[in-house]
T-cell receptor, first 114, second 111 residues
Framework: NAGVTQTPKFQVLKTGQSMTLQCAQD?????MYWYRQDPGMGLRLIYY???????DKGEVPNGYNVSRLNKREFSLRLESAAPSQTSVYFC?????????????FGPGTRLTVL | DAKTTQPPSMDCAEGRAANLPCNHS???????VYWYRQIHSQGPQYIIH???NNETNEMASLIITEDRKSSTLILPHATLRDTAVYYC????????????FGAGTTVTVRA
């Protein structure tokens, strides 16, 4: 089991460029999440997908779009990158069991927007 | 989510037990206590969670007081690789879909 994988690991963009961050999980989890973490800060939820075919906004969705391609994959797209989107992006997945759930995180994508 | 209060930092000697406290005095009856940690530059790692009873797994033990207003995470034999920021999170799954990471406790394990 690879768990949660993310690509790329590092990316540098110029302002206005677009890119898609990829995330995949092999744990057969229903729910998937995208968070961002700015230096010295906690994680903030961007979007989440409770199940295949559904997506919902989190705390900081502006400037991002997501696609739940299938049960395994959840991508995050920046249509027109801005320096304020320089951050580390973490994908997570979870499954509900016994009334609770546990989120498992990927290694992160470090994005710099110049 | 209920608020949690953790000490900002603590040191621990390698091989000794590390006891990390967390106060969550406003926790409601159905909310769980979760612990995560984040080793520098890595994704957060799940450690353990509990509702009322004490819990133990291969990584740690979680002791929750009877009134549920506080808890302690115990790393039984700390190693240098346990140096990380540890987060105590109170949430009501699956309604609370996001994890709210506060400042956490920076734990430094020293040789």
């Amino acid at each position: 089991n690879a768990g949660v994988t993310q690509t790329p690991k590092f990316q540098v963009l110029k302002t206005g460029q677009s890119m898609t961050l990829q995330c995949a999980q092999d744990m057969n989890h229903n729910s998937m999440y995208w968070y961002r973490q700015d230096p010295g800060m906690g994680l903030r939820l961007i979007y989440y997908s409770a199940s295949e075919g559904t997506t919902d906004k989190g705390e900081v969705p502006n400037g991002y779009n997501v696609s739940r391609l299938n049960k395994r994959e959840f991508s995050l797209r920046l249509e027109s990158a801005a320096p304020s989107q320089t951050s580390v992006y973490f994908c997570a997945s979870s499954a509900t069991s016994g009334g609770t759930d546990t989120q498992y995180f990927g290694p992160g994508t470090r994005l710099t927007v110049l | 989510d209920a608020k949690t209060t953790q000490p900002p930092s603590m040191d621990c000697a390698e091989g000794r037990a590390a006891n990390l406290p967390c106060n969550h005095s406003t926790i409601s009856g159905n909310e769980y206590v979760y612990w995560y940690r984040q080793i520098h530059s890595q994704g957060p790692q799940y450690i353990i969670h509990g509702l009322k009873n004490n819990e133990t797994n291969e990584m740690a033990s979680l002791i929750i007081t009877e009134d549920r207003k506080s808890s302690t995470l115990i790393l039984p034999h700390a190693t240098l690789r346990d140096t990380a920021v540890y987060y105590c999170i109170v949430r009501l799954p699956p309604n609370d879909y996001k994890l709210s990471f506060g400042a956490g406790t920076t734990v430094t394990v020293r040789a």
